[in-house]
Structure formats: C-alpha cells, structure tokens
C-alpha cells in the first residue's frame, strides 16, 4: 500500500496544514485577519490520514477547527486564505471567515460554529448519497466536546437504524474547548459509545497518520459496501489554546510538551526516511514549495477586493 | 367544482410529488403505517415504501439535519414536524444549520427543503401541543414561511413549497385539517408572496392568518347586518410578505386590525402593523389594532384555552374599536 507517490502525499499533506496554519496564526497575532483561529497545529495527522482514505466525489463536513479538514480535501490554499481576509475571492465571498469555510465541488460541505452542530446535516448528506446511489461515502469530523451534545446521539442513532454510509470521526483532542475529559465525561474512550447505537467503534492513534488512515479506510470501504457507519476515535491533541489568545490555565507546559515528542509530522518523516520512500533533501524541496504556494495565497488574500456591501443583502434565497 | 378536506389537498400534493420527482422524500415521526399524527400521509408508507415515506425516531435534531443534509446534495426532503412545539427541539439545525448555510457558505448550496408542521389550539391539547409559533422562524433570515387557511391555498401552496429550492416552513393549522373546500383535481401552484382577499369590503381591512381567518369571516357576516363592510386579507406566506395588497387595502378603509392565533407580544401582528406604520401612515384613519392569543401558555381546560386564544367576540370588539 505505501509507495513513494502515497508517502510524499500525506507528508505534504500534513506540512501543508502545519504550515498554513503557522501562518494564519501569525497574521492573526499581527491583526491582519479579522474575526476568530482555532488552530489545528498537532492534530495534522488525523484530517491527512482520513482524507487520503476517501475517493475525490466523497463527503467531508468539518468543525470551528476546520482548516486541516479543508486543506487535506484539497481545496484551494488561495480561496481559503481569502476567505480568512474577509475578501470576495474567499469561498464564502467573506461571509463566513474561518468557522465556514466550504467547497461544495470538492465535497466539502462546510465546517461548522456550532459545536456538534454539523453531525446531523452531514448525516444527511449520507443520507441522500445513498437514496440517490452516488456510492459517496460522508465524513462528519467533531471533537470529543461535540460527542455530549444531543445532536451526536440523535445523528448517530438515526444514521444506525438507517444503515447510512456515514463515518462519525471524533478527533479526541482531550479537552471541551477549556475542559479536560476526565470532567467532561465518565469514559476514556469515545468510541465506546458506538455500542450504544449498534455500530462499529473504532480507535486510532491520532497522531500516528498511518494508523488514522488504516482504521479511516476500513471504515470508508464499510460505509461504502453498505455494511454501515463507523464511530472513530482519534486520540490527538491540540498544541495551541482552544482559540488564538486562549490562556490555557487548564493544562501545563510541561504536558503540552509531553505531547510534542510524539509529533505526527515528524513521526512520518521518520518512518519515510526510514523505509526509504522519500529522502530529507526531497522533503526539504516539497516543504520549500508549500511554503512557496502558503505565501503566494497570502498575497492573493491581501490583494483581492472586498465584496460590495450590497452582496450581503443580496442572496438570502437561490 | 369536488369539495375536499384541507388533509386531502395536502396528501395529494405529496402523492404527487412521491409519483412524479424521485429526489422527493418524506421523513418524520409516525408518517409511515399511521399515516402521521394527523392524517397527511395516510397511505403513502404503503405506496412508496419505508425508503421514500421514512419513519424516523423520535429525533427532531436528526429529522431537520438529516432534511438539510441530503437537500444540500440534491435531495428534495419533506420534513414533517408533528406539532410546531416540537421545532425548537430542533433549534440549532433550523437556526444556525438549515437557515443559514446557503449564505453563510457563500451560495454555494441550495436547500430545497419542506418542513410541514402543525399549529393552533382548540383540542385542549395543552401548553406544548397547542401554540401558534409561525412568528418565530419568521425572524430567522432564511426561511420562507407559509401558512394557508383553506384547502384550496394549502394544495397550491405546497405544491410551491416543494418546488421550491430555498427552505420552506409549512404550518398547518390542526382545526382546519377536516375543513373541506373547492379544490380542482389538476395540480397549480400558488406563487409566495401574493396575499388573497378572502372578502372584499371598504370599510375596514382584517389581516388574518390560519383559522383566524374563518373566525374573521363569521365576524364580518355579523358586521354587515351592522352595516360595517370587512374586507379580510390572508397573506398566505409571512415571507415573503405581500404588503402591497394589504397597503392597496388599506388606502381603501383607512383602518387595520391584525388577527392570528400567536400570542400578541412580538406575533406576526406586530410586524404587519410597524410595516403598515411605516409605509401607509398618511393612509390611516385609527389606530392600528391587533388582535392575539393571550400572553400566556395555552392552558388545557377548554374555557381557559378558549379564554385565551382570540375568538370571534374578541375579533368583533377590535374591529369595531377601530370603526365607531
């Protein structure tokens, strides 16, 4: 299964997202973007390896976390970026900024403010892929927060008794926003719950691409041969505060640090090296790009218009 | 012309669209075998099967996310509700969700989605199967709202809602579902956004929804034996609302009373009357009036509930307010 081809894609992949997001942090702290960052930093390792799982047509819907979801769907580093400027060029033409983004062509149907507020409507994107068999699979990600609220248990329960082609992916970043799990919920592992509804649960080391993508895969290829939904738990962990300017008083340095050593991108490279699928001066060339490709979005989100004001009073109804 | 029930009408319409439209599918609780809590789908479970005409649990979250789901990858769902007090079970998907992300995302999707649900007191149903909450959404930029008061509007009406490629509330009245009608057999749509004149008249203009539309009717028979002439607008959809037939009228009577079954406070009364204050002041000749359910959950005692709720007596004293 890994080649060369394959390796360089999800190492990219999650550079991409590492990168895109030192960056948006960066303009955020200068005040250049406006509006709200939740940073993905850490977590890169679970949006890559369940997006490379998926076939192009497939379903994504994502969360206030979003940009690593959008980015390995592959969508447009420039729209995005403009997007976060506020500009016309953006995908929501400035309407919604880092909460919302979407791209319908490439099967993202948007990320979400609400927390958990996504899991219903992207089971209902599963939904209608299978009344019109379109074969896609639909991809809901969420957090471990998210997994409380009724919307999940709801959404759950119906895409079960429907036999929905739906896989539920909790990235499992140990904390609600500012709460850690162990007083947000009596469990350790969230995938448990999937017993509770009559699925399958699952559990990946989020910060291990490989085994995210392995366990993603199994249960895409379950949704798609109609054999059901999947609840998988990636345990992750979030390097950054729950938003940009977070003051973090519920966890220590030192823990955060802890986590650091088992860094997903760094991991990965190692292994690749390792097994000689890719060398370090073909990653240095491929992060050089991405860097490259970073700073030419930028440039278009500062130099993009604004949308005419008269655009929001505009489209409320098709 | 056949008479029908304003059920029938509304079970043709979606027996049609069943028939015609494969992206067209039902989904709410009890519509399958039962045919619904009220009747509307009776027969369709059986016709279509489980895969068109959906049971689904007892999950309003589930029912509206799922609606807007698949509507936004090109399904036509027809979400029903069993009682409008059930909506807000469903707050977030109707409010942050299904109202919201055509625009949000930057038209990128369309959402042609139904959702029928019921209102209105008058079976002692009580506090949480009994309100008239047609107000609320109206508020949400996001939704179209429809609300027919006869057989006739209700099969036109849904035809369009179907149609329709933006999110469609459609609330149906329970006191009105076995009130028969003309309606024709072939189908016709009714286009949102264009009021009927249920009677014409030049002394007065009632503005009224739902069955305070035929409360409004008897009163204005009484009123003409007065010798007062009541003209009665039914706007048909809240939104988009037609206020050019309503301003037309009240060029015409120089007075307006507001009728409908959702409390007074912040109703759909209140809008009607800051428009018409807005926009045809130099046309009036009293104060504008409205007329509403009490500012308090229904009770169930029938004398409390019909204390509450207008009826004719109440609507007869404000117009006449308004006349002498």
């Known amino acids: 299964m890994m080649n060369k081809d394959f390796a360089g894609e999800m190492l990219t992949t999650m550079i991409k997202i590492r990168l895109f997001e030192e960056k948006a942090v960066e303009l955020f702290a200068a005040k250049e973007l406006p509006g709200w960052l939740h940073s993905y930093i850490g977590e890169e390792a679970v949006a890559t390896g369940v997006c490379l799982a998926l076939n192009p047509g497939d379903y994504i819907s994502s969360t206030h976390r979003g940009h690593g979801h959008c980015i390995a769907k592959g969508v447009s580093l420039k729209a995005m970026m403009a997007e976060l400027y506020g500009k016309k060029t953006g995908y929501c033409h400035g309407r919604g900024g880092s909460m919302h983004i979407a791209d319908f062509s490439k099967g993202m149907i948007g990320a979400n403010g609400i927390v958990g507020g996504g899991i219903p409507v992207a089971t209902g994107a599963a939904l209608g892929s299978k009344m019109k068999k379109m074969g896609k699979v639909s991809v809901c990600f969420f957090g471990d927060g998210a997994s409380n609220q009724g919307a999940f248990h709801e959404a759950l329960n119906l895409a079960a008794v429907w036999n929905l082609p739906a896989v539920y992916v909790c990235e499992n970043n140990l904390f609600a926003e500012t709460t850690p799990q162990s007083e947000h919920q009596h469990i350790n592992d969230i995938a448990q719950r999937a017993v509770a509804y009559g699925m399958f649960g699952d559990i990946a080391d989020g910060m291990n691409v490989l085994s995210v993508y392995e366990k993603a895969k199994l249960a895409a290829d379950r949704a798609r041969n109609g054999e059901g939904p999947t609840l998988l738990e990636c345990k992750t962990y979030r390097y950054r505060g729950h938003w940009e300017g977070d003051p973090q008083p519920y966890r220590t340095k030192k823990e955060i640090e802890e986590w650091k050593k088992k860094d997903p991108i760094r991991a990965f490279q190692q292994y690749v090296i390792e097994n000689r699928l890719l060398t370090e001066s073909e990653i240095e060339k491929a992060t050089h790009d991405i860097q490259a490709e970073i700073d030419e979005a930028v440039v278009y989100g500062r130099k993009s218009p604004l949308a005419d004001v008269q655009e929001a009073v505009c489209s409320l109804f098709v | ?324």
């Open chain 2, 1 to 324: 012309m056949r008479q029908i029930s304003y059920r029938e009408a509304l079970h043709e319409v979606l027996d049609y669209e069943l028939q015609i439209n494969p992206d067209v599918f039902l989904l709410g609780e009890d519509i399958g075998p039962l045919g619904g809590a009220f009747g509307v789908t009776t027969g369709l479970w059986q016709k279509y099967g489980n895969e068109r005409v959906r049971n689904t649990p007892l999950s309003e979250i589930a029912i509206v996310g799922a609606a807007t789901g698949a509507a936004s990858v090109g399904m036509r769902p027809v979400a029903e509700i069993m009682f409008c007090d059930f909506l807000f079970v469903a707050g977030d998907q109707l409010i942050n969700q299904t109202a919201k992300m055509r625009y949000m995302f930057g038209d990128q999707c369309q959402l042609p989605l139904v959702i029928r649900t019921v209102i209105g007191a008058g079976q002692s149903a009580a506090a949480q199967h009994s309100q008239s909450l047609e107000g609320l959404l109206a508020h949400i930029p996001g939704f179209k709202s429809v609300i027919p008061s006869t057989p006739y509007d209700a099969k036109g009406l849904l035809k369009t809602a179907i149609e329709d490629n933006n999110p469609v509330l459609f609330y149906e009245h329970k006191s009105l579902y076995n009130m028969k009608g003309e309606v024709p057999e072939e189908m016709y749509s009714i286009p949102f956004g264009v009021a009927d004149v249920k009677r014409k008249g030049k002394d007065v203009t009632v503005i009224a929804t739902a069955e305070m539309v035929h409360k409004s009717l008897r009163v204005a028979d009484r009123l003409q034996k007065e010798g007062i002439d009541v003209e009665i607008i039914d706007p048909r959809t809240l939104v988009p609302l037609d206020m050019d037939t309503i301003i037309n009228s009240v060029k015409k009577t120089h007075k307006a009373v507001v009728v409908h079954e959702a409390h007074l406070s912040y109703g759909p009364g209140a809008e009607i009357v800051a428009r018409l204050a807005d926009e045809a002041f130099d046309y009036l000749d009293a104060p504008l009036k409205r007329v509403g359910a009490k500012d308090v959950p229904i009770p169930m005692a029938p004398h409390l509930e019909s204390f509450v709720i207008p009826q004719e007596e109440d609507i007869y004293k404000a117009i006449k307010s308004v006349v002498d």
